[in-house]
């Protein structure tokens, strides 16, 4: 099951090069990564692809770090491609807490990565649909 890193960090130059200083020297590479920003403090989440070993690397030296689970379908990159997800999703009457995408290949493949509350009963309906989540391994490669 896959795993997204969320950093709950001050709004302040810096921190984003403390981040990456930690997550380097470890030989942790980013895949993907969304800052939002809450006025004072925000929230960096990354995908990882060791992310427990960079969960861990952070809260080593002191960055609030947790990890969050998270489900990624692999869509078509056309018009429409994450409409026939989300259709999905508000047919079953899922809410989707958090998400974002990339792309891996121009005009081939998307990535849609998002947080649920029972991730387990979402991939099961994605899979009744056809729409398969991208496995862990997989999805730390891309």
Do not use: W
């Amino acid at each position: 099951m896959p795993f997204q890193v969320s950093v709950f960090a001050e709004n302040r130059p810096g921190k984003i090069e403390r981040i990456t200083d930690v997550l380097s020297k470890n030989r942790i590479n980013i895949r993907a990564i969304t800052i939002s920003d809450s006025g004072d403090y925000g929230i960096i989440k990354l995908l990882l692809d060791r992310p427990e070993a960079g969960c861990d690397a952070l809260k080593d030296v002191g960055i609030a770090a947790t990890l969050k689970e998270i489900i990624a379908v692999k869509m078509e990159d056309a018009p429409g491609g994450l409409h026939t997800v989300a259709s999905l999703l508000s047919d079953k009457g899922i809410n989707v807490e958090d998400a974002y995408g990339f792309m891996v290949k121009s005009h081939e493949n998307a990535i849609f990565v998002f947080q649920v509350e029972n991730v387990k009963h979402v991939e099961k309906l994605l899979a009744e649909a056809g729409i398969v989540a991208v496995s862990e391994k997989e999805l730390y490669l891309m």
